[in-house]
């Protein structure tokens, strides 16, 4: 009985995966077919090398489904600094800036980007630090505190980046698991309020994320300026209307939504196949989702629940998060859809993530 | 697990748990509501901004089609042209480049940096170019200035028919004549196709794009011939030119058929540069102006007599000598007669002859007869703006009315309703309605229409062939259009002297001299109008509009190859008998 069900999640979970990063790497193809022809001289660009890393993300998965998680609470300390190590390097020669933001590390032909591993470092910390720790999670100083505290230069150094897309995603998830973990909530809360003076100056401080927010009240201000973005994605998703003007030949990707094959690609789903193929993609998310959290539940100890609704939430928050911004729901905030969205270190720590999940549901507790 | 859930902090993970994602799956399910919101209500809202985005309509002019004569000959074409335009932001060098385009088409250099300043996209410099302007310019391929292939509308002979088919503009819409009346007909389809953009503007050539072929207009076959229309417009410059009339207008027409063989108008323009001629110089007289038929008119009031049968030919009427009192109106004749034959009367033009038929007549039938033989009403030929004249109807009619209605006055005409008037005595009694466009063809070649002949027969044929032999009389030596002989031929025909009406009086010195004609008058192949407004010297229909029309049927009938009837008087008489025989068929 307990062999089918986790027979069950594992498959299904697999399944969802392979979907997602197939779709994903068609639209890849499409949304930047015609840019990267132009930018790099080669259509495939961004086909190749997504092909390339999604090779590299699987095997990986199937590497870490293969490997007992409770390895990965031993190790979870020497991730983190790993991680804040990579920042760190973010400050040498070898990290790259794009469009205003320092994110990429250049390692020979590789880029990597360091905010990406961090999300699962977090991740594996808090479930390792909370499946410790849940007795005294109601404490301040030896509960609450540590985490935050570790929580820290991640959320400093994405800021400083800036990458303020991951920065509130690890807040979020690192949130949520705190207080489902017990965190008392007038920790939480007090937290949360001492937290908004600082994330109102972040924003009031740069124009062009006040601008954001700004248009985000008004999307159709001045549809040439701020509100651009919003505004090309929001064409982008109601002309591909129920059936979508047919793969490959949207037109918004043709440099009216910058980005389409990273931060927008939810709207050139959209745009080229519709209602159809963007239900399809709420529905594969949903279904992780609700996949995650019965694993979470059926998981055999503490440290698997908290690692497994991490997980869950660090992909399903992230997926919501991208395609609530290509809606107008969220005040634009580049962020790339997991799984599904152009970007190595994205897809491979992501594959890995789903790694971890399908080792856990080799793992299940035995149901009587 | 199961150890976690007996701790009661443990349930109240499990609560909180619930409440994480129950407030993810409410959040899973608002995008699911904006998703259908967007994709499926406002689905043609943003459709209709993607389109104005991403597509630009491009749209290329169709050909429009021909004009030709009824022997095929080409008197309007489409040819096409490049047009010059300047893109105000692509240009680098607006001096350099203002003194290239000025030197190469005269044009004013402030003007053309003034065009060039301008903040749009596209600005015409000038339309149309010829090939040479063209190539030197394309060959220096000035950035910002671009080219855009057109059709420009070039009519090779010139004057000649102009007020026929009038003229298109610029972006080859009739707007007069047969350009303007076909319109619908030659302006074609054109074709479109829609550009896929991206944002920095340029043209996506690899995405599908819809277009749409464009199709040819169609040519028109008019009725007119070519070298009939020559030697009309020529025979009217020179009679135009000798009496210094201040118009003057020419018709040839079949009489059988309404078709409109020649058709002048003096003065007149060149459909190829209309701008510069005055507006009334690109009026066609032949349906636009009004006239008072005159003596033209004494032709309908003898059909309607001798048609009811209150008269014969042969009939004599008292002249009074000239002068007749009737309800304290003198009416006068240009020569003092006695007894006439109604067949004099009609011949010698004889006012008070023909007003006393008239009242033998009576009003009504009067009024019907010149309904019937479309006075007062358009003759429906195909060209635009045409009148419809003044005929009063019966109740508006004075007590002089019935006097001065059969001699043509109260009475206002075209030329062509004229024209037509004579054609119902020409053809045996049947009024035709004239028409231009004989056939329309595609450009395979195929015939799509054809007009055919409408035709109403509304006096017999007899009486139309007794008043042919009246009006045959006309031209004879004792008749008023003598000089309208044609050697040759026997010539039917009717004079016309009307007196202008000048600040509601009848004027003395402007006179509106005419002359109807058909020849051969027994089986005319041609029926002739010629019109002088304000002849000066003479006024007299019968010498001034008579030599006219003499020659233009003169040169018409041998180009037309009617064999001459080489008429002796014997051969007329013999003709005369013909006649009767036919009578005694009918």
Redesign the interface.
Known sequence: MYLREQFKIYHSLLITTVLLVGFGVIMVYSASG?SSGEKFHDPYYFLKREILWATVGFSLLFLISRFDYHYFAKISKPLLLFSIFLFVLLFSPLGVSAGGARRWLRIGPLTLQPSELAKLAVVVYLAEFLSRK??KITEFATGFLPPLILLAPFVIFLLWEPDLGTAILILMVSF?LL????AKLSYLGSLFLCSLPAFFLFIYKSPYRRARILTFFQPCADPQGIGYQINQS?????????LGKGLG?G??K???LPESHTDFIFSIV?EEL??FG??FL?FL??FL?CQG?KL???????FG?FLA?GIT?MI??GA?LH??VA?G?FPAKGTPLPLVSYGGSALVVSLMAIGILLNISTQL?EKI | MTELFRSGLLMSKKRRENCVFFIIFSVVFALFCRICFLQIFSFRFLQKKAEKEHLALVKFPAFRGAILDRKGRLLAVSLPAESLYVSPKFIQEPEKTADILSKYLGEEKSGLLKKMGRNENFVWIKRQLNREDYEKIEELHLPGVGFCEEFKRVYPKGILASHILGFADIDGKGLSGAERENDALLKGESGWYLLIKDAKRRVIPSLERKSKEGSQGLDLILAIDEKIQEITEEELEKVYQEFHASAATAIVMDPFTGEILGLANRPTFDPNSPGSFSPSFLRNRAITDLFEPGSVFKTVTAAAALEEGIIKPIDRIFCENGKWLYRNHFLHDHEPYKNLSFQEVIAESSNIGTAKVALKLGEEDLYRYACSFGFGEKTGIDLPGEIKGILRPLNKWSKYSIIALPIGQEIGATPIQNICALAVIANGGKYVKPYLLKEVRNSEGMVVRQTRTESKQIISVKTALTLTSILKDVVKKEGTAFSANVYGYSVAGKTGTAQKIVAGRYSHSKFVASFIGYAPADNPKIIVLVMLDEPKSLYYGGLVAAPAFKEITRRVLAYLEVPSENLVATNENLITENTKKKYSHE
């Open positions: 015609i849940r007795k949520l207080f489902i973990a017990g929001l064409i982008a998703l109601g002309s591909g209307g129920i030949k037109a918004q043709l440099f009216f959209g519709g209602i963007t239900l709420l998310f949903t989702i959290k979470a539940q059926d998981s055999r100890d503490a629940y609704t939430l399903g928050l919501i395609i609530g809606m729901v507790e």
